[in-house]
């Protein structure tokens, strides 16, 4: 299958006179058109590997291989939106002088529930909008492939859904490949197809998620078992 | 009453100067040609707006400030955004500016007399000397201080260097470059009174220096007063348009 190869990226960061060893030969591939969910504990290292798989940063050594040219766009930890800028030209930001209809954004700014916000500054919106602000500013460049660093971490459990059902959708209608990093187990396991652990600077299993229907349930006998078995992974 | 006074003080602390000035007068303690009288001061400043000599001397002053600062602000921001764009090319010159930024450009003059005689040219010399440096300096701090977590997202995005530049570094450096020019226009007022002191034949700064050669004490005080109103009512218009421009982003709260 077409995709995204990672094969035993090393990445170290010197860290007050000594160097520490954050991925230690990563093996990963992410295949195209699907979800695939790293998952980690704090630290363990997966800013660091989307930085690497996007471009952000080179690793020490090790490959990265795209099967295909890919349109990427980031959504950061933070928000890191244009202060000076309000939330139409921030969602705009991707697209530099390209040409765009009004509908489409403002289309985008409805589908992250920011309607009615379009003229405010960032300073002027909460933590969370403006986190949907930066996943709004993404989905405007219209990306094939779409790197997302716990986009949702900052919403409350509503917002939080909601804005993963429109993930799911979306990724459906467009068929773009995305790499998304968290650290829920529920959230890896609502929307990944594939979900990878990273643990000590390597994957330590991947799970394949293999349904056809839209929505998961989380009570789900399989899920639970799942779950189950991940959270027997990440407590080693 | 806490309020109005504070309102009040600073033409209090006027009033205050005035008062002693006068007194000093009356007294006879200096004759009227070392320090003239207020009132006598002021007699003299009406009849010079009346007969708006004073304003003539302003403005030769102004414009020959304008013409310096903005090949001043042109060349700083030139070379500021070369030295953001290629932040390599900084070890070759820095040496060099920060050496000029510590000679007094009022130091050059008899040089700049030689080279360019006492015409127009030595004074806008002086001034881009004088402005510049506050300028670039401004303009490279603004420009070099951006956040990198914010370049990020132009490298995200695809930008080139100069698309970066001009969506990211820009803007986000605009505070700073106007704090500069703020500086460099004050710098250039305070430099031309002084070429003019030493190289003219119009302007304030000339304006002062015959009136104290005719024995105009009256005059000189009246030109002192002028240079700082005006210096004053510059600065001011500098700090309202300021404001005004970085209203949306003052509220914004990111400077
Ligand atoms: N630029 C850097 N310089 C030095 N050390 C770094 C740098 N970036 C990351 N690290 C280190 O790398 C390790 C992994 O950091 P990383 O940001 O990838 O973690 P994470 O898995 O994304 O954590 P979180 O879930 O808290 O965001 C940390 O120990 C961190 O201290
Ligand atoms: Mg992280």
Same mark, same amino acid.
Request: hydrophobic share 45%; aromatic share 10%.
């Given at each position: 299958m077409a995709g995204?190869?990672?094969?035993?990226? @090393?990445?170290?960061?010197?860290?007050?006179?000594?160097?520490?060893?954050?991925?230690?030969?990563? !093996?990963? &591939?992410?295949?195209?058109?699907?979800?695939?969910?790293?998952?980690?504990?704090?630290?363990?290292?997966?800013?660091?590997?989307?930085?690497?798989?996007?471009?952000?940063?080179?690793?020490?050594?090790?490959?990265?291989?795209f099967d295909t040219a890919h349109k990427t766009a980031f959504v950061f930890q933070e928000s890191r939106l244009m202060p000076w800028l309000n939330v139409w030209d921030n969602v705009k930001f991707g697209l530099k002088k390209q040409p765009c209809l009004d509908a489409t954004i403002?289309?985008?700014? !409805?589908? #992250?529930?920011?309607?009615?916000? =379009?003229?405010?500054?960032?300073?002027?919106?909460?933590?969370?909008? &403006?986190?949907? #602000?930066?996943?709004?500013?993404?989905?405007?460049? =219209?990306?094939?492939?779409?790197?997302? !660093?716990?986009?949702?971490?900052?919403?409350?459990?509503?917002?939080?859904? @909601?804005?993963?059902?429109?993930?799911?959708?979306?990724?459906?209608?467009?068929?773009?490949?995305?790499?998304?990093?968290?650290?829920s187990i529920d959230e890896a396991l609502l929307l990944g197809h594939k979900i990878a652990i990273i643990e000590n600077g390597q994957i330590k299993k991947e799970f394949l998620i293999e349904t056809d229907s839209d929505e998961r349930d989380l009570l789900a006998e399989e899920l639970i078992a799942l779950k189950r078995e991940i959270i027997q992974q990440l407590d080693l | 009453m806490k309020k109005t006074l504070s309102t009040l003080a600073p033409f209090l602390g006027i009033i205050l100067v005035v008062a002693l000035w006068f007194l000093v007068c009356r007294l006879g303690i200096f004759s009227t040609y070392v320090l003239p009288p207020p009132e006598k001061v002021f007699h003299s400043f009406l009849k010079m707006l009346k007969s708006g000599e004073i304003f003539q001397d302003v403005i030769i002053s102004l414009v020959r400030i304008l013409k310096g600062f903005a090949?001043?602000?042109?060349?700083?921001? /030139?070379?500021?955004?070369?030295? +953001?764009?290629?932040?390599? +090319?900084?070890?070759?010159? $820095? *040496?060099?500016?920060?050496?000029?930024? $510590?000679?007094?450009?009022? +130091?050059?003059?008899?040089?700049?007399?030689?080279?360019c005689g006492i015409g127009e040219t030595t004074k806008t010399v002086i001034i881009v000397l004088a402005s510049f440096f506050p300028m670039y300096l $401004?303009?490279?701090?603004?420009?070099?201080? *951006?956040?990198?977590?914010?370049?990020?997202?132009?490298?995200?995005?695809?930008?080139?260097?100069?698309?970066?530049?001009?969506?990211?570094? /820009?803007?986000? %450096? +605009? %505070?700073?470059?106007?704090?500069?020019?703020?500086?460099?226009m004050g710098y250039s007022w305070r430099a031309i009174i002084g070429a003019e002191m030493i190289a003219a034949s119009s302007g304030i700064g000339h304006m002062i220096l015959f009136a104290q050669e005719m024995s105009r004490t009256d005059k000189v005080i009246v030109g002192i007063f002028v240079v700082g109103i005006v210096g004053l009512v510059t600065d001011k218009l500098f700090g309202i348009l300021l404001r005004k421009l970085f209203k949306g982003n003052g509220e914004n709260g990111w400077n």
């Open positions: 995204i190869e990672l094969k035993q990226i @090393q990445k170290t960061y010197p860290v007050d006179g000594h160097t520490i060893h954050v991925l230690k030969g990563i !093996d990963l &591939q992410i295949p195209e058109k699907s979800i695939t969910v790293i998952l980690g504990r704090s630290g363990c290292g997966k800013t660091t590997l989307l930085r690497l798989v996007g471009g952000l940063e080179s690793p020490d050594s090790g490959e990265i291989h403002q289309n985008i700014i !409805d589908t #992250v529930g920011l309607k009615g916000f =379009e003229k405010a500054f960032p300073h002027q919106l909460s933590g969370g909008m &403006q986190q949907r #602000v930066a996943i709004a500013r993404a989905l405007a460049y =219209e990306p094939s492939f779409i790197m997302m !660093d716990e986009p949702f971490a900052a919403l409350d459990y509503f917002t939080r859904n @909601q804005m993963q059902k429109e993930l799911i959708r979306l990724q459906k209608n467009r068929g773009a490949s995305i790499l998304f990093v968290t650290h | 090949i001043a602000f042109l060349l700083a921001f /030139l070379l500021g955004m070369f030295r +953001s764009l290629v932040p390599s +090319s900084e070890k070759y010159y $820095n *040496c060099i500016v920060q050496f000029f930024r $510590n000679v007094p450009p009022l +130091s050059l003059i008899p040089l700049l007399i030689l080279w $401004n303009i490279v701090k603004g420009f070099t201080g *951006c956040d990198q977590k914010l370049l990020e997202v132009g490298d995200a995005f695809g930008y080139t260097r100069f698309e970066k530049f001009k969506h990211i570094i /820009l803007p986000y %450096a +605009s %505070a700073d470059i106007l704090v500069g020019m703020r500086i460099g």
